[in-house]
């Protein structure tokens, strides 16, 4: 089984948040071997479900999603050096973007773990 940290909240196109506890929430996102990132600058506002940047893995090049919507307040400049934290450190140093929630009560709608693993078939 998968490590599925019950913290987070889920979204169905495999993003997941943490909420923090200055009313940010950090953002991340899954695709295999991850060698490129391109995320937004700090100050980007976004909705719910609009492209905040690409993610290149070795097979395939894809849109990320933002689950809720906000303000880019920090982006995680680790990832232009070491891409691959979203593979090896999902949950910790391979944070994408910590955003300023627009509405907070769009975190609390998304899955908890346990409806996530069964979304995942686990």
């Known amino acids: 089984m998968a490590n599925i940290p019950n913290d987070l909240q889920y979204t169905e196109e495999h993003e ?32 719910k479900h609009d492209v905040f940047g690409t993610i290149e893995a070795v097979k395939a090049v894809s849109e990320l999603f933002a689950p809720i919507a906000g303000e880019v307040v920090a982006i995680n400049e680790r990832l232009d050096k070491e891409p691959a934290l979203v593979n090896t450190e999902p949950y910790g140093a391979g944070w994408m973007i910590r955003i300023k929630p627009s509405n907070a009560a769009e975190i609390d709608a998304l899955m908890k773990s346990d409806a996530y693993k069964k979304h995942i078939g686990q």
């Open 16 to 47: 997941y948040v943490r909420k923090g506890k200055d009313g940010t929430a950090e953002i991340q996102g899954e695709l295999g071997d991850v060698v490129y990132i391109e995320l937004p600058k700090i100050g980007t506002k976004f909705g």
